[in-house]
Every structure is written in C-alpha cells, then in structure tokens.
C-alpha cells in the first residue's frame, strides 16, 4: 500500500439523520485506506444517540466535545472530552449524548464502510421519524446491521 493524503472539502454537505439526533462529517473514505478503515466525526443533540445495535466492523470512538452515556455487552458507563471506546465487532452498543449541548466525536470504522450511502440510506429510511419495522428490517439486512432496542436514555 502507498502513502495517501485524505483531505475533507469544507463545502461538502454533512448527513443529517434527525430521527436521531445525528450529523456527521466524512473524513475519510474506505477507499483511501484499500477498505481497511472508515473515519467521521459525529454530532449527537443533547438526549440522542443510535437505536442498540450490532454489526461486524469495530468501531472506535474518541470523544471531542461533551460526554456519552455507553452501554456495551451489558455495561454502563460515562465517557468524557478525551476517552476512546473501543467495540469489537458483533458486540451490541448504543449511546447517548448526556449534555445540553451538541456533543461530538471521531469515530473508525473497521473494516472500512460506505458510510456517506450508510447513513444518507438511513436517513432516508427514518426522515418520517421511526420508520415501519419492514423497511427498517429491508434496511439492516442490506447492511448487516442488528437493531436490538431503542436508543439509550438519559438517565
């Protein structure tokens, strides 16, 4: 594999998902990696975060901005301005931003995942709020993604 530079265009759009609370920022495509990895930064609104899932790539998460509430294999626990989370691959995970403000954070992906179609498909497939479990059901399939609960709360 050779060197490559990943560069992020400012004017390009980020993916909004409202249904939960997400925008995201691609800064890196599996393309330039060879699809080893995927990387993004998220912005979660205060009390949001994913439905529980799982998938098979790992995802490492390295908190920017605010705090999260984790939930993973079962356990609880808070992540501040500085800590990395790392979730193996099929392990079910979910969090949810704890502040009153945007909380944001790096995220890998790896193996390396389209994320923009990933979450501009989801967005889609949510844009009239929670979506009807057949296509939610059509939509994990497609990406191999096991939706397992709703999304964390605030405690």
């Known amino acids: 594999m050779t060197f490559r530079l990943s560069t992020t265009r400012t004017d ?12 995201l920022r691609l800064c890196m495509e599996p393309s330039t990696s060879g699809n080893q990895l995927t990387m993004i930064e998220t912005c979660n609104a ?27 294999e079962g356990k609880r626990f808070v992540a501040n301005v500085g800590d990395t989370i790392t979730v193996p691959g099929g392990v079910p995970h979910g969090f949810v931003n704890l502040d009153d403000r945007p909380s944001r954070q790096l995220v ?3 193996p390396g995942l389209d994320a923009k179609a990933f979450f ?27 939706f397992l609960g709703p999304p964390l709360r605030r405690p």
């Open 12 to 23: 390009d759009p980020s993916i909004k998902v409202p249904a939960i609370g997400l925008e």
């Open 46 to 72: 205060p009390g949001f975060g994913p439905p529980f899932h799982r998938h098979a790539e790992t995802e490492i998460f390295h908190v920017l901005e605010g705090r999260y509430l984790f939930e993973v």
């Open 108 to 110: 890998l992906i790896v």
């Open 120 to 146: 501009t498909e989801l967005g889609d497939v949510m844009k009239a709020g929670r979506p009807d479990a057949a296509l939610l059901t059509a939509f994990a399939g497609k990406w191999g993604v096991d």
